[in-house]
């Protein structure tokens, strides 16, 4: 059976794109089953109907709360059966039911060489911190903001004249490639998370992941 992901975003989308186009490649070998955006007008929704994958909207304005929006959004992916639920630029906080319900089978994408600068606003915090280097992390998720176990990371060299932009530009690059190559140890059944941590065919993950220039051989 093919794996199955259900890819959730709230923006741009382009790390949505660069997954179809890692699936069209064939270098990843899974099927998008649905797109969620909590934002109507989300562009990376264009990538999923171009791509004639199904999409889901949910404004979250329209619920009571931050559980029933939660609720709302499991009882649609769940239509579609996902094996891995794909956090890639959707803005909102999860609650710990919904972390629970996909727990061991949710991952994300975070702007930062992780445990450094959790939260928002990323690049700039790099940048007045007067961090070298800085990257992005695929991690997964769990009750604490962007602080589940990290599988993989990315760097980037941070130059003396950078801005937000230039470097955010940079570090989505790497995302493009990083978030594919992940998944695709996910979809072959190589990368697993239970109580005895993140694993790669049964070995226990380093701390700060796999860098993506030093990847472990086939
Ligand atoms: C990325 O920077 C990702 O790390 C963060 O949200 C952004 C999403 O970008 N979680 P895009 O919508 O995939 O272009």
Redesign the pocket.
Request: charged share 10%.
């Given at each position: 059976m093919t794996h199955r992901l259900a890819i959730l975003?709230s923006?741009?989308?382009?790390?949505?794109q660069a997954i179809i186009a890692a699936i069209s490649a064939g270098t990843l070998p899974a099927e998008i089953a649905v797109v969620l955006s909590n934002q109507t007008n989300a562009g990376?929704l264009n990538y999923a109907v171009q791509a004639g994958i199904p999409t889901v909207t949910l404004d979250h304005r329209n619920y009571a709360s931050r559980d029933h929006f939660d609720q709302a959004v499991i009882a649609e992916l769940d239509r579609f059966q996902p094996d891995t639920v794909v956090?890639?630029?959707f803005m909102r906080i999860l609650t710990p039911a919904f972390v629970h319900h996909y727990r061991n089978r949710l991952l994300?994408?975070?702007?930062s060489l992780l445990p450094l600068h959790r939260g928002l606003h990323t690049h700039q915090r790099a940048l007045d911190a007067g961090d070298s280097e800085h990257g992005?992390s695929v991690h997964f998720v769990n009750d604490e903001l962007d602080g589940g176990p990290v599988i993989a990371q990315a760097r980037v060299a941070v130059h003396a004249n950078d801005s937000e932009e230039t470097l955010s530009n940079r570090?989505?690059l790497r995302?493009h490639e990083l978030y594919p190559r992940v998944l695709q140890w996910r979809a072959t059944g190589r990368l697993t998370l239970d109580s005895q941590g993140a694993q790669l065919d049964g070995q226990p993950i380093p701390a700060n992941g796999f860098d993506l220039d030093k990847w472990p051989a086939e």
């Open positions: 975003i923006g741009k989308g382009s790390n949505l990376g956090l890639a630029g994300n994408i975070h702007p992005c570090v989505h995302e």
